[in-house]
């Protein structure tokens, strides 16, 4: 079998520093009463879940409330030299909340306020547990939304640390395109602020994307400044089958290379549209499938309607099935963001494996195919949906965790996924995160820049007390 840059080793624990743990196990164990906890339930629910490797604790999870409450614990275990773990809504895909060397999981579920909502200036603050949809419910009567829709009801820190996307991107951008500000506590305990709210500013580095994407390695953040956008006041939904994967994908390209604004365009394969229509009562054929939503008015999104209609006739599409109902999109919309669920549900007793690349849009039929064939001749069970907008998509591979050839047959697929995007000038990544495991990747993707970002983490953080062994490992 070819080398696997996934390696094991990847999640190797770390050097552990036994007296400084004591030490801050004390000190938060004073600060903060019942809202430190140090049971195994507790910590083992503050480490990962999603993937094959090996779960790591934290030695304690500290259930904060405010930024002063997290400089307690950055100064106590900086102090002590001792791990802090960012930990959000835990949906962690690549190992980002383990804990590999000990340290102190620092939950942000009871950080989860609104500080301001700017409606002239269409932004908004807040603290970084509150999750999208919450924020969304308290924006609905601004007549405002925040558009990133990565699926799963993601807090807001962690989407910004991610540099989450999803959805809505291929209209609306990611989440470095639509963070203003943030603030974090650094290494030496104190906090600062990235940026004002201006839209646009020529002063000094950008330090605002330095921590979007940064996967808790820099700091901690406290707030985050978001671009909001007005709710629409027409929104249209619609399903069209093609009668291969290439015929799909090239009406996806077409779409995005006319200019034709659309706010979503997902491709399903057709063992992915099964699994939709079994587990959320769809009745769509069972084949490679686009969802597709337009923003705008009535006559804007019924002529963006029918044109994307025209292009999938040229490339062999269905009809265009498109509504404006809410009930019927709101439909069609869970079922894509139920997608994982939908296919546990088809094999409730192994274990799924979400991975994903990026590649650019003109390069991305040939990607998606290739894939798809390379998933056939090794005999995998791997659903593809993507956001094909923007030349993302994921597979997710079933397989048994608990057999050691079968998890050397996945790892060995996502490193043919990977080298595959990284040959079509793509990522490895385009939305999950680097974590523990994509960290061989990093460096076949980068280089050199890798040894750039390890002098960031070195002079911001000497001691590597933030989030250790995610993204590259130390020099």
């Known amino acids: ?99 590999p060397s ?27 547990g509150i999750t999208r949809e919450d924020l969304n419910t308290y924006l609905r009567d601004t007549g405002l939304f925040f558009p990133i829709d990565p699926g799963a009801n993601a807090s807001i820190g962690g989407m910004a640390s991610t540099r989450a996307s999803g959805t809505n991107a291929v209209r609306y951008g990611t989440m470095k395109d639509n963070v203003l500000s943030v603030t974090a506590v650094t290494a030496n305990g104190e906090e600062i602020r990235t940026a004002q709210r201006a839209r646009k500013s020529s002063t000094g580095y950008d330090l605002t994307r330095l921590f979007v994407g940064a996967e808790g390695t820099l700091g901690v953040l406290t707030s985050v400044t978001l671009r909001l956008q007005g709710i629409p006041e027409k929104i249209a939904g619609g399903v069209c089958a093609f009668p291969d994967i290439e015929s799909a994908c090239n009406a996806v390209i077409m779409t995005i290379q006319l200019g034709i604004p659309v706010a979503r365009i997902e491709l399903l394969d057709a063992l992915q549209v099964r699994a939709c229509n ?147 000038d793509g990522t490895c990544t385009g939305e999950h995160g680097i974590g523990q495991g994509k960290k061989g990747f990093l460096v076949e993707e980068l280089g050199g820049a890798v040894d750039l970002m390890r002098q960031i983490k070195q002079a911001l953080d000497p001691d590597s007390i933030f989030n250790p062994g995610k993204i590259f490992d130390p020099a």
Not at 32 to 57: M, S
Not at 103 to 112: L, Q
Not at 116 to 128: A, G, K
Not at 397 to 418: G, M, P, S, T, Y
């Open 102 to 128: 000990g340290g102190i999981s620092i939950d942000f579920s009871r950080m989860n306020k609104v500080l301001s909502v700017n409606t002239e200036d269409l932004d908004c603050t807040v603290e970084p």
């Open 1 to 99: 079998m070819e080398e696997d840059p996934l390696a094991r080793e990847h999640a190797r624990p770390g050097v552990r520093n036994e007296d400084g743990i004591a030490a801050v196990l004390g000190i938060l164990k004073q600060s903060f009463g019942e809202r430190f906890q140090t049971g195994e339930a507790f910590r083992a629910q503050h480490t990962h879940t999603t993937t094959y490797l090996p779960a790591q604790l934290p030695d304690g999870v500290a259930f904060v409330e405010n930024a002063d409450e997290v400089k307690v614990i950055v100064k106590a275990c900086a102090e002590h030299k001792v791990p802090v773990i960012p930990f959000g809504a835990g949906t962690s895909l690549e190992g980002q909340v383990n804990a």
């Open 278 to 424: 079994a587990y959320s009562g769809l009745s769509n054929e069972e084949k490679p499938t686009l969802f597709l939503e337009f923003h705008g008015n009535e006559q804007t999104v019924a002529i963006q309607s029918e044109q994307f209609a025209e292009i999938a006739a040229e490339f062999g599409g269905g009809e265009f099935r498109w509504t404006v109902n809410a009930e019927e999109r709101a439909k069609l919309w869970k079922a894509r963001h139920d997608v994982y669920w939908s296919v546990k549900a088809t094999a409730p007793d192994k274990a799924i494996l979400a991975t994903d690349v990026c590649v650019p849009i003109s390069r991305y039929a040939d990607c998606v195919t290739e894939t798809h064939r390379d998933i056939l001749e090794h005999g995998l069970y791997a659903p593809i949906v993507g956001h094909a907008g923007d030349g993302n998509f994921h597979t997710s591979v079933v397989f048994d965790d608990k057999d050691e050839a079968d998890v050397a047959k996945v790892e060995a697929f996502i490193a043919r996924l990977a080298q595959r995007a990284l040959s079509m």
